[in-house]
């Protein structure tokens, strides 16, 4: 359940344009996903989440969907602005053999905003 | 939320050496977690932090090579030994509030020479 990946995928944006970021996770059984940003320097930084019995959740400005046919979790941030410029991963939740909740966390993109 | 502050924010070591990570969190967590972030890639979990008992180390990772202190609710330690300039990285704990939602701290650059 380890992440991988050598590169980052990368999306370039114009700022005011809306944004989507897709992510794929492998554990059906995971039952909790959340979004994370994280900035140069920092720590990741709790977006959003969706439990998964939703299929879509919105917050400010951001909105999450859940497919669970195809495994599939992705995040739209609406009117991007330079500011929503970093790294976003997503993270699914998996119980580990009973009261351990652990997240194992998706490749990541890069989220650039062209002013 | 909690906040979570790690020391050092970063260093230089050299190889052979070992450097031992502190993680302070403002409020009392059953369980804190130690990732690692190597450069341009996503957080892999290296180990759960219980108080009170040994800590759960993930596959490929090692109480001898990193070994983790949990004296009581809001403090740990991550040690990273004999570091090679492959554990270049960044080191992150992480606490959980309420059913999942996860706290970072603000990471542990580690350079290896």
């Known amino acids: 359940g380890e992440s991988v990946g050598l590169h980052l995928p990368t999306l370039s944006v114009q700022e005011g344009d809306n944004s989507i970021i897709n992510c794929a996770y492998s554990n059906s059984a995971s039952d909790y996903f959340i979004w994370y940003k994280q900035e140069s320097g920092k720590g990741p930084q709790f977006i959003i989440d969706?439990?998964?019995?939703?299929d879509k959740r919105q917050g400010q400005r951001v909105t999450v969907l859940l497919n669970k046919t195809v495994k599939h979790l992705s995040l739209q941030i609406a009117a991007t602005q330079p500011g929503d410029s970093a790294v976003y991963f997503c993270a699914e939740n998996i119980r580990d053999g009973g009261a351990t909740n652990k997240l194992i966390f998706g490749t990541g993109t890069l989220l650039a905003v062209q002013p | 939320s909690a906040v979570i502050s790690q020391k050092p924010s970063r260093d230089i070591c050299q190889r052979g050496t070992s450097l031992t990570i502190q993680c302070q969190v403002d409020s009392q967590v059953t369980m804190m977690f130690w990732y690692r972030q190597q450069p341009g890639q996503s957080l892999t979990l290296i180990a759960t932090a219980n108080q009170g008992s040994e800590a759960t180390y993930e596959s490929g990772f090692v109480i001898d090579k990193f070994p983790i202190s949990r004296p009581n609710l809001t403090f740990s330690t991550l040690t990273v030994s004999n570091m090679s300039p492959e554990d270049s990285s960044i080191y992150l704990c992480?606490?959980?509030?309420?059913?999942?939602?996860?706290?970072f701290g603000q990471g542990t650059r580690l350079t290896v020479v």
């Open positions: 969706i439990r998964s019995n939703m």
């Open positions: 992480s606490v959980t509030q309420g059913a999942t939602e996860a706290f």
